[in-house]
């Protein structure tokens, strides 16, 4: 099977909880029961059984622009901005509250002052400008958090992997021709980027003193820019989102060495901007302003089971909040500020 077309009709049917309003709001999260919505030099943090604003992490840095993503460590809350950098935040619980104080900003201040006198540090990013390599130079547009390691991509074409400990960069990789808008980390570390060349790039980790990752194959079937990047809980499957309105899901074979095509599901109307893979399902929100459920697997093919409309503007964002056996709970985010919370039973 290499292409589904979702027809509907719906086998679930999804309705609306509740309606939130934060401005611009560029991406969401959650949390240990919390829904963090990213949006202009702010991020604000729902409690998810009452749906009430319990608080907000402000940069204080009116140039830091949107919050592009968000990804969570141990005690630790890691946020992607416009401004090319990246923040950390600490989580602190009492009894009454959970709290967030911003802890630092990568790359450090000290990670900075090591490496500024050898000019071998130095990277040219533009004609007669150069920065550290330890620095994006370009907004950081997707992080992941995984196995003690934060991975950022960056529209400046590369990706970095830092230490979720001591906050230090640890190697940096030129991966596109063009901006990279998402990234996703499977077993051993490897990585998958997703550029806006329209290339799916698929590195691992090279072997010797320094552990750096190497470009090992190219995906191309997408036929542009490519949106997301999701993979399910193993880590074999993974799902790419792009602007020509397809998803298309891969799966490594059984020695997992190799990755191939799967197939391509068709039933959005305009660019797929977001995905979020839970158990056997698939959810995925588009320019087109729906936000649709797929379910299956790779040998029976996956359907659309479900189309939630009702969103004014393109659907940027969504996370999966709740997932019992028969019911999902979704928070999806346009780019009007509106958060729509929908709960469906399957």
């Known amino acids: 099977m290499v292409s589904q077309t979702c027809t509907m009709p719906c086998h679930t049917t999804p309705f609306k909880l509740v309606t939130l309003t934060t401005p611009n709001t560029s991406c969401l999260a959650a949390h240990n029961g919390l829904l963090y919505s990213g949006s202009t030099n702010q991020i604000a943090v729902f409690d998810l059984t009452n749906f009430t604003q319990i608080d907000t992490l402000r940069t204080n840095d009116a140039a830091s622009g949107s919050v592009k993503s968000i990804a969570f460590g141990r005690w630790k809350i890691f946020t992607a901005h416009q401004d090319c950098k990246i923040r950390v935040w600490k989580i602190t619980c009492s009894k009454r509250r959970h709290g967030h104080r911003l802890l630092a900003t990568l790359p450090t201040v000290k990670d900075k002052l090591y490496r500024f006198i050898s000019p071998s540090n130095y990277v040219h990013v533009r004609r007669h400008h150069k920065r550290l390599w330890i620095e994006h130079w370009d907004a950081v547009s997707w992080l992941v958090v995984n196995e003690g390691f934060v991975y950022s991509v ?73 949106n997301a990047i999701a993979l399910n809980e193993g880590g074999t499957v993974m799902f790419s989102g792009s602007s020509d309105r397809s998803i298309m899901v891969w799966k490594k074979d059984e ?65 999966v909040v709740g997932a019992g056996e028969r019911c999902l709970m979704i928070c999806s985010a346009s780019l009007d500020g509106e958060i729509r919370v929908w709960s469906l039973r399957l």
């Open 154 to 226: 960056s529209w400046d074409r590369s990706f970095k992997v830092w230490s979720a400990s001591d906050l230090k960069c640890l190697s940096s990789v030129k991966a596109h021709d063009d901006a990279v808008n998402a990234v996703g980390v499977g077993q051993n570390g490897v990585v998958y980027t997703g550029s806006a060349d329209g290339i799916i790039g698929i590195w691992e980790i090279r072997e010797g003193k320094k552990k750096k990752h190497r470009l090992v194959r190219t995906l191309d079937k997408h036929k542009s820019t490519i």
């Open 255 to 319: 020695a997992g060495k190799q990755i191939g095509f799967v197939e391509a599901l068709w039933g959005h109307e305009g660019a797929v901007l977001c995905l979020y893979s839970v158990r056997d399902l698939l959810v995925s929100g588009s320019e087109d302003r729906t936000v649709r459920i797929w379910r299956g697997d790779v040998t029976n093919g996956y359907q659309c089971t479900a189309v939630m409309e009702g969103h004014r503007s393109p659907v940027k964002s969504l996370v």
